[in-house]
Nanobody
């Protein structure tokens, strides 16, 4: 059973924007911190952004000032607004709890290239 479904990825030129969405199926969604993780080719998975149950946010230095994470507890969704995209943002993006407490979804591919 899929717990997280990511969507919104695609091909975008440098400097462009994308908005990713994550639909969560786990009950009591509102009590968990949620994160957007990413894995670039040849690199380890990293945490890009996190939002707590109290909606406190934190970001990796590489995305700070460009990405914004948000959540809608009524809809069990977590979004990631990505602006000023760079080629190094190219990765598969996943959502999960922080720390990860269950399996990973398929993720959504983000490719930043001219």
């Amino acid at each position: 059973q899929v717990q997280f479904v990511e969507s919104g990825g695609g091909l975008v030129q440098p400097g462009g924007s994308l908005r990713l969405s994550c639909a969560a199926s786990r009950s009591m969604f509102s009590i968990y911190s949620m994160g957007w993780y990413r894995q670039a080719p040849g690199k380890q998975r990293e945490l890009a952004a996190v939002i707590t149950s109290g909606e406190t946010t934190n970001y990796a230095d590489s995305v700070k000032g460009r990405f914004t994470i948000s959540r809608d507890n009524a809809k069990n969704t977590v979004d990631l607004q990505m602006n000023s995209l760079k080629p190094e943002d190219t990765a598969v993006y996943y959502c999960n709890t922080r720390p990860p407490l269950s399996g990973w979804g398929q993720g959504t591919q983000v490719t930043v290239s001219s």
